[in-house]
């Protein structure tokens, strides 16, 4: 029996959702989050993004609950009591809206005519898996088959400029598509093909880190003063401001 | 709910379990990171299961002993030295007379393995930059829920 596990995973999200949006615990509402953030990284799974998955699970599921419930120990545990206000939930409703009238022109999910999957991602694959097959020895005769070196060469190239420095390499690979032969194709895509992407990422990261610092950190001379004279009351002492 | 609770401590399940699973987490990560050519992973999400071991260590044992342990002056230093490892391959590239982050001009005689050496010192660098700025950001929101 085939068990409709994407249509599952996608109830458990939307009543997750409502969930969250229905609770003034603040506390299990972040717990919540970080429940849904894991039937997502699971719907990734099922959806073969295992890459996004694993991202999902480790930022969304991981490290951004403990985030949120640092936040949440510098404000309250509780939702402000409001009366429900019309216009921010037309707001989200039409967004919404317009958001699901947008995916109708979407072609369907893993549908193989789609136009991504017959041309980029087609390209990509079809390089990496001739280089990787060269890479490792035998495997020529497989991919010889496949057309796709000659008719991908073109936007390929232009990605990448003009083949330079490879000039002084082996005959074979002159003609060969300049690629990375990595297994993981996500990881040429970001690392390689995408590369100044994956750095403007990272410095994203960076920029982020500084900006909390600047924000957080103001008075770090005397954070560590206290620290010392918290040092010298020796350090497990009943004064934990802290409440389970 | 503050996220450093200094009742954790006490809590000697919490504690044993959490000291038996660190090791494991940090051994995990490092092999999403050095694997992330092979398998799902890479420097992001490496780094942040490293820096979870770390905000865990925080979470049942106190800031203060993390912060021994780990000294934000290092973590600093990592947050930037990360983005500059990233930085440093794109320039020794364009030195060896290549594009910017073009890795075959790191190994010319096989511009695969160029690649794969550039890929590695790549995702080294997002993934400490990630790490540093986890536990960052980590010591700025705990360091403040203390007062």
Known sequence: MLIPIEAIL???????????????????????????????????????????????????????????????????KWEDQQAPRIWPFAAVGIMGAALIYGTLDMPGYGEIHSAPNQHLARQFIEIETQAFLDSHGGGHAEVEHAPAPEEAHTPAGDEHGAAHGSSDAEAASEHRQKAVGLPN???????????????????????????????????RREEDAEDEEEAQEHAPSPQAEASP | MSPVPMKMRDKVILRVVSKVFIPFMFLFALYVQFHGDFGPGGGFQAGVIFAAGFILYGLIFGLRTLREAIPPRIVECGLALGLLLYGGTGLTSILLGANFLDYDALNPAHPTHGQHLGILLVELGVGITVTAAMTLIFYSLAGRAQR
């Open chain 1, 10 to 76: 996608f109830c458990f999200l939307i009543v997750m959702a409502v969930v969250i949006a229905q609770l003034e615990d603040l506390f299990a509402a972040a717990m919540l989050t970080g429940i849904f953030s894991l039937l997502s990284a699971g719907l990734f799974t099922v959806m073969d993004a295992v890459d996004v998955a694993f991202t999902e699970a480790a930022v969304g599921a991981g490290v951004s609950t403990v985030f949120i419930l640092g936040t949440l120990s510098l404000t309250t």
């Open chain 1, 185 to 219: 194709i996500v990881t040429s895509i970001l690392a390689s093909y995408r590369g100044y992407d994956t750095f403007g990422e990272t410095a994203v990261i960076f920029t982020a880190a500084v900006g909390v610092l600047l924000l957080l950190r103001t008075r």
